[in-house]
C-alpha cells in the first residue's frame, strides 16, 4: 500500500510515562487497549520506545514492533521520518529517575485527520494546541466541590 499523502495526515503526539520501580504493574493492559485504538482506526502508531534508566544511570533502548508496524506504517515513519530523533531519546532518559523505565509513544491522531485536511485546504494553519493534564482537571473540579 502507498504511502499516506502528507495533506491527509492527522495531528501528530507523543507521551512519555515513566513507571517508578516499586509501583510498575504491567499486566498488558496498556497494550490491548493501545491494540484497541489502532484496530478501531483512532490512531496509527508511528514509534513505540521502552527506556530502561539502571541505578547507575545506564540508559538501554528498546524499539517495539507493534501489530501494524507493517507496510503503510512503515511507509509514513519513512516519509515521518526524524519525528523522534536520537537526541529526543536521550533527553528524555537525561529527564528519567534511576531504577526506572518509561514508554514512548508516538502517533498519529487518524480520527483527526479528514478535519486537519480541511483546515489545511481552506488555508488554515496551526497557531497553537496543548493539553490539559488530567491532574489539572481534577484540581479544578476540587476546588469548585469545595467552593459550593
Known amino acids: 500500500m502507498a504511502s499516506p499523502d502528507t495533506d491527509e495526515l492527522g495531528p501528530v503526539d ?33 514509534d513505540l520506545i521502552i527506556l530502561t534508566k539502571g541505578a547507575d544511570g545506564e540508559i538501554d533502548v528498546m524499539e ?13 515513519e519513512a ?24 514508554g514512548v509513544l508516538v502517533w498519529e491522531n487518524l480520527w483527526a485527520g479528514p478535519f486537519a485536511s480541511a483546515a489545511r485546504r481552506a ?13 489539572a482537571i481534577l484540581a479544578s473540579i476540587e476546588a469548585d466541590e469545595e467552593g459550593e
Open 123 to 135: 488555508g488554515g494553519q496551526l497557531i497553537a494546541n496543548g493539553r490539559i493534564p488530567i491532574q
Open 64 to 76: 517495539v514492533d507493534t501489530p501494524d508496524s507493517v507496510g503503510e506504517l512503515r511507509a509514513a
Open 14 to 46: 507523543y507521551v512519555v510515562v515513566e513507571f517508578p520501580p516499586a509501583t510498575s504493574h504491567f499486566t498488558g493492559e496498556m497494550a490491548e487497549e493501545l491494540d484497541k485504538l489502532v484496530a478501531s482506526g483512532t490512531i496509527r502508531v508511528l
Open 79 to 102: 516519509q515521518l521520518a526524524g519525528l523522534l530523533a536520537e537526541e529526543d531519546v536521550v533527553n528524555l532518559a537525561t529527564a528519567m529517575e534511576p531504577g526506572t523505565t518509561a
